[in-house]
Structure formats: C-alpha cells, structure tokens
C-alpha cells in the first residue's frame, strides 16, 4: 500500500459509543501519520465526523464504511462471526484481508475480535496459537504480559509461543533488544509451579531467547522482566485483579488521606494526586492490546476506552505494522523452532499438560 | 484435653528469628485464653521467655520443647520432613499427633508444614486434597481464597472440597451461616473459564452450597463474596500479584501526594495515612493462611510475620478447634458428597481436567 498507513477502526465497539471512537481517530489523524477506515453506523458517524471540524486536508485521511451490525460484548463469539458478516468487527478483518488497510483496531469483544481475526488473516506460519499481550506499567520500565485471554487451556508449546510473541513486541514497542523474558509461576525455581509450567521452563531454559527463569507475582510490576509469560486463564485474572486491587487500594488511601486533613485541601490535594497517578497507570496511555500471531495487525481495546486510548491504540497498530513485528515472530521462531517441535512429540496426544 | 487449649509454635520458622515468634506467643497467653508449647533452639527460646517478664501466673502457660533441626525456607519439602524428624515442624505436628496439644502455628516453610501435617495427621474423611487458605480485605468484610499454593495440578472435585472447606472457615471464623461462594474464572458466565473451571462450576451449581457463580478478579476485592475458590497455582499468583501490586500503587501516590504538598506536611501525612491504610489492609490482622482438610488444625504464617501476627494466628487456631470447622467440613461434604463421586466416576484416570 502506498502512502500513509491505513488503520481499520470498529466505530461501533466500546462502551462509550461511535461518537467517542470517532474522536480517538480524530485525534489520530491530528498527531499521527496514518489514515483511518471507520467502520459503523453511517449516520452517527458521519455526524461525529462534521461534528468534529476537522479542517479539509485531515477530514480526507478518515474515510467511513457503513456496516450494518453489531456484535454485543457478551455474545459467543464463533456464533457473533457467523451470524453477523456485516458488523464491523467482521468487515475491518475482511478489509484487512483485501489489503485495503493495513490493521484493525476496535474496542469491542475480544473473543469475536479474535475469531474474525483468526477467520480472515488465519495464523502466523509455525505459530499454533495466537494471543492477546498487554502492556502494563511498572515501577520502571512497561512489561509485556501474554497470553491474557485468548487461550485459556494451555500446552508448553503454547506458552513459548508467547513468550516469542511478546518479546517480538516489546523489542518493537519499547526498543529492547533482547526483551527478558520470565515465566509466570509460584516460586523461582523452575522445578516449582504446575505441570504447564515446569515443562514450559525447559523448553524457554533451551532456548535462544533471553529467559531469566520463573518470576513470581509480586515481581510483575518491579520492572526487572520485559515480558511476562502465562497461560490466557491466569494471564486474565491477574489483569482483572490488578485494575480491581488498583481501585481498592487509591480509594481506601483516599479515605485515609482525606481524614487527615481540612476538607478542601484534602479534596484538591487527592483529586490532583490521584489523577496524576491515574494517568501513570492508566491502560489507556499504553495503547490497547495487541492481538499477536495474527497475519496481519490486530489491536483490542477496553470496552470502557477513551478517544485518548484509541489514539493511542491506532498509533501502537501503525508501528506495529511500520516495524514489522510480525517479521520478528517469525525470525525468532526459526532460531527457536527445533525446539517447539521436539515438545510437541515429546507430549504426544494426551501426555501430560495437555488440559483441553 | 481438659483446661485450656494449647497451640504448638514452631518458634524456628519466620524470617525474624525465634525472638519475635517468643514475643507472639507471650502476646498470645496475655490476651487469648490459651496455652502455648514453643519448639525450637532451647537456649535462645528460654532467654527470650524469660526476657518478656511475663507474671508467674501466665508464664506458666508457655511450655518449652527443646529441638535441633530447623527447616530452610527454601527447602524441598517432602526432603526435609524425610530428613529432619527432630525440626521444630516435624516435632509440633507430632505433639498434635499425640494429643499432647491442639493445633499447630509455623511462620516456616509452607510446604514443609503441609507435608508434616499429612504425614502426621493425615487427611480428614472425604477430603482428597487438603489444601491452604487466606482471608483478606476487601472494601466490606475478608473474603477467604482457597486453594492458595499447596495444589498446583486440581481436578474439579478438588475445587468443589476447597468451596466446602473454605466455607467452613468463613462460617467459623466470620460467623457468616451461609457463605457466598464464587468461582474465580475470567467470565461471569459459567460457561467461560478454562476446562477445569467449567466443569468445577456444574459441581458447585448442583451442591446445596450457597453458590454465586464465576467471579472475576476486580469483584475480589469488592465484598460482595465471601468465598473464592481456585487452584492453588492461580491462588497463589493471586495473593503474590497483589502483595506486590498494593505496594506499587501505595509508594507511587505516595510520591504523588508528597509532590505536592510542602515537605513536611507530606512526610507526615503520607506516614499518617500510609500507616493507616497498611493496618486496614495488613494480612497480620486476618492471623495466617489455615491448612484446611487435615485431620487437625494447623495455621500457616507468612515469613516476615510480627508478633502480632502470631499472637493473630494463634487465636484464629483456637478459633478453628473451639468451633470444630473440621466438623462443619465433614457435615458439609456428607450432603453433597453424592456429587463429588459422582464428577470423579465421570472423569476416569485421564479425563478431562487431569493435569498431572
């Protein structure tokens, strides 16, 4: 494709509805050098698009493409694929495929995110199992966690798989050359964790890949791994679990805070203190979760996403696309590859770590 | 055993040294009413009785038994209980055995106790996995996680024994007559979660427990259950992902807030507060993790626990044998046993759900 990148985005996914997607590929097109396909509801957001004034030399980078309908944030997602061909979801893969943009971002179910995904641009070559990184903040620098949903029963090859995927990213993301790589587990040792995880130790601890062993939970946000490897049940949970903690813990130390002093400074001092610090951890600023294993660039955002996360989202998918990452999947797959097939026969049908 | 209860503490476990588990135990006789034996090193035991000035008339509910081994934090556990018959451990769950106390507190190797209390007191009737749980804060009142790490590799009829036994806990220690039981999975619907939950969640939903279904890891901290049952692999990840992240968050508002206050006034209102919100959330308060399952009572105390926290742990196990949870365990199981024999039959040796 010549010329700009062009990003797909689902204007119907979201919590917020298509007005707020609309404003994050208008934010887009003001501070990044790409396109946008909007994919929606023709009337309300071609009304966002006027709404939002865009002067003639940018409203020419957003073109829409009307759809018809919408996946709902609990629908089954192999049923949502089948049934509603013309949502937006399904018509950003389909245009992907066609080459007519250069990746998808969309802001709604992640399962039917994926499956489309998976329907129009099918599998990475040599990767069995694409997945759902998310990146995340940390005392220091962000850290790459995958899978986070996608697979939820896992084999040794699969977490490697991720581990590969993950550090493709954040080599690109981030600019690490050698992204360290650690295996979510209960203790450091890699004879301790579960029978998934222990097997999946030896096949990271013979790799080529910059491995540092088993991290436990509460390293995850020490900054010292670059990415985080675990199944898509557990890699879930701790996600959910750290936005919910995150809550608990800025609203009891808000109590705390504002008891101790006069009611209007503590009322400004924590509304300043705590967005500042919302804004340090904020998802949104991290740019959405990159679907990995794909061919071709996917990005998933949360359902509750802000025109700023979209934005970000959008460029997160443009240098994605501009530095290749899934060039660097593959190259750090065949370096690696002998390895994943010999766990493969070594487990066998049902040998052990199979779940599913 | 007539007159008071007494409980063994192993004053070798702990990374504060025999000390601070002596000065627990002289907390425990000031302000429970019960006795307790202390094994370990005698000389530095003694020195620190003695050191306490505890009055006659309570010192003489503080038994000293003397031990020479002491198991490493770090050690295999299944090793260590084989080669050190004389650790402090090993000799406190042999005290239990005996009748001679009844229950056993330890702040050492987690693993290394669960392998002495098996051996010793074997597993309550019915119970095929006894395992470890933890109570702690949430916006309302504790909710009780089970399994927490002494089962990695679960089946579903081991989840169903954790749902019972925690619920026995809670109902014990928070008074609560019916519990509110959820499963931790990454969907709120019971078909979503990965193999292993899905099946676990047909047992609970046909159990005369009071069961609400999947529960996702932002709800955990909400209050709105009281139980919250996983395998003790994501259990674990759980409580080490949230130790670590409350510290994250406290020391980067902690920054925030002292940003933007004078010097002075931060320091002290952040200590202030901080301090405040530390003994809200503190796991000393909520007195150890219990072993859950065995024939006997046994509670486990984090490594860096203070002797408040022992002092806790020592009433909680009073608690637990006061009010015969491994009674409530019993009664609840033998009203649904039925359904736990019957998912076992419907797995066979390598169904579904079998990791190891």
């Given at each position: ?262 009611a209007k400074i503590g009322y400004l001092l924590a509304r300043d203190a705590f967005a500042a610090f919302r804004r340090r951890v904020d998802y949104a600023e991290y740019g959405g979760a990159p679907l990995l294993g794909l061919q071709g660039t996917g990005v ?40 994943a097939k010999k766990a493969e026969a070594a487990e066998g049908e049902n040998g052990p770590g199979a779940v599913e």
């Amino acid at each position: 494709m010549a010329g700009k990148l062009r990003i797909a985005l689902d204007a119907m996914g979201g919590d917020r509805g298509p007005e707020e997607m609309v404003a994050g590929a208008v934010l887009a097109v003001r501070h990044e050098d790409v396109a946008v396909t909007l994919l929606g509801d023709e009337t309300r957001v071609r009304a966002a698009v006027e709404a939002s004034q865009l002067p003639a030399e940018l409203a020419h980078r957003l073109e829409v493409v009307p759809t018809t309908q919408v996946v709902g944030m609990s629908e089954p997602p192999f049923e949502a694929i089948r049934r509603k061909k013309d949502s937006s979801i399904m018509r950003a893969f389909a245009l992907h495929k066609e080459g007519r943009v250069d990746a998808v971002v969309s802001a709604g179910n992640s399962g039917a995110i994926m499956a489309a995904g998976l329907k129009y641009l099918g599998r990475l070559e040599s990767i069995s199992r694409p997945g759902i990184a998310s990146a995340f903040p940390t005392m220091k620098d962000p850290v790459v966690m995958m899978d986070v949903g996608a697979n939820v029963d896992c084999r040794p090859r699969h977490l490697f798989e991720f581990g590969v995927m993950a550090a493709a990213f954040s080599r690109v993301l981030f600019n690490i050359e050698r992204p360290r790589i650690g295996l979510l587990s209960i203790g450091e040792e890699g004879g301790k964790g579960n029978t998934l995880v222990r097997k999946s130790h030896l096949l990271f601890q013979q790799s080529s890949l910059n491995y540092i062993g088993n991290v436990e939970g509460q390293e995850t946000f020490q900054g010292d791994v670059d990415v985080i490897v675990c199944d898509g049940f557990v890699g879930n949970v701790c996600l959910k679990l750290s936005e919910g903690l995150a809550e608990v813990v800025t609203a009891m130390l808000g109590e705390e805070i504002k008891k101790r002093l006069p009611a209007k400074i503590g009322y400004l001092l924590a509304r300043d203190a705590f967005a500042a610090f919302r804004r340090r951890v904020d998802y949104a600023e991290y740019g959405g979760a990159p679907l990995l294993g794909l061919q071709g660039t996917g990005v998933v955002c949360h359902g509750r996403s802000s025109a700023m996360a979209i934005k970000n989202a959008i460029r997160v998918a443009a240098e994605m696309v501009r530095n290749r990452v899934n060039d660097h999947i593959i190259a750090l797959l065949a370096a690696d590859d002998f390895l994943a097939k010999k766990a493969e026969a070594a487990e066998g049908e049902n040998g052990p770590g199979a779940v599913e």
